[in-house]
T-cell receptor
Framework: DAKTTQPPSMDCAEGRAANLPCNHS???????VYWYRQIHSQGPQYIIH???NNETNEMASLIITEDRKSSTLILPHATLRDTAVYYC????????????????FGKGTRLSVIA | GAVVSQHPSWVICKSGTSVKIECRSL??????MFWYRQFPKQSLMLMAT?????????EQGVEKDKFLINHASLTLSTLTVTSAHPEDSSFYIC???????????FGQGTRLTVV
């Protein structure tokens, strides 16, 4: 799986948009970008994933650059409950891969939402 | 998303005893389960991958005789930490995928403290 680079930490004011960047310059054509987050002392939570088009769901939006070498996770109106470590992971989607490849976690970005 | 339940959420045990952690997929059949370990302020580290009905595949450096994994059914996998020592104190997290659930979902984690 391609390696990702994320800033170690970020702050965001409550109610503002949180934009979390991720660099994945070695991504392959069949690899998706996944985002998970881990709130303190809990298991990781799936947020969103995408291949090349921008994606949006009830939690966040994912913006992927045209060359797919980087992406940004956007939490449109951050709340205190969004304080967590956010992981950007690049991997082949399980829709296309019948094996048992686990998610490999980097160090992620520690987002602190400040009141 | 799919629900993965992990039990117990925390446990304290004496050094030398064994501890069993359960991971259940509540609304889907988990053909594959992953076990991770997370030390304070570090990222998740994969310990092993298990497929229902077959032996688990352990990551390098993880002792299979110490961390016994059983995946006897499509909804349950167990991790037993045998002869636990204080250095085994950690946050253990399971993840499951299978059937129509293409993405991996995580349990809430188990905090093990060995005294």
């Amino acid at each position: 799986d391609a390696k990702t680079t994320q800033p170690p930490s970020m702050d965001c004011a409550e109610g503002r948009a949180a934009n979390l960047p991720c660099n994945h310059s070695t991504i392959s054509g069949n690899e998706y970008v996944y985002w998970y987050r881990q709130i303190h002392s809990q298991g990781p939570q799936y947020i969103i994933h995408g291949l090349k088009n921008n994606e949006t769901n009830e939690m966040a939006s994912l913006i992927i650059t045209e060359d797919r070498k980087s992406s940004t996770l956007i939490l449109p109106h951050a709340t205190l409950r969004d304080t967590a470590v956010y992981y950007c992971i690049v991997r082949v989607s399980t829709f296309f891969y019948s094996g048992n490849t686990p998610l490999v976690f980097g160090k992620g970005t520690r987002l602190s939402v400040i009141a | 998303g799919a629900v993965v339940s992990q039990h117990p959420s925390w446990v304290i045990c004496k050094s030398g005893t064994s501890v069993k952690i359960e991971c259940r997929s509540l609304d889907f059949q988990a053909t594959t389960m992953f076990w991770y370990r997370q030390f304070p302020k570090q990222s998740l580290m994969l310990m092993a991958t298990s497929n229902e009905g077959s032996k688990a595949t352990y990551e390098q450096g993880v002792e299979k005789d110490k961390f016994l994994i059983n995946h006897a059914s499509l909804t349950l996998s167990t991790l037993t930490v045998t002869s636990a020592h204080p250095e085994d104190s950690s946050f253990y997290i399971c993840s499951a995928r299978g059937g129509e659930v293409a993405e991996a979902f995580f349990g809430q984690g188990t905090r093990l403290t060995v005294v």
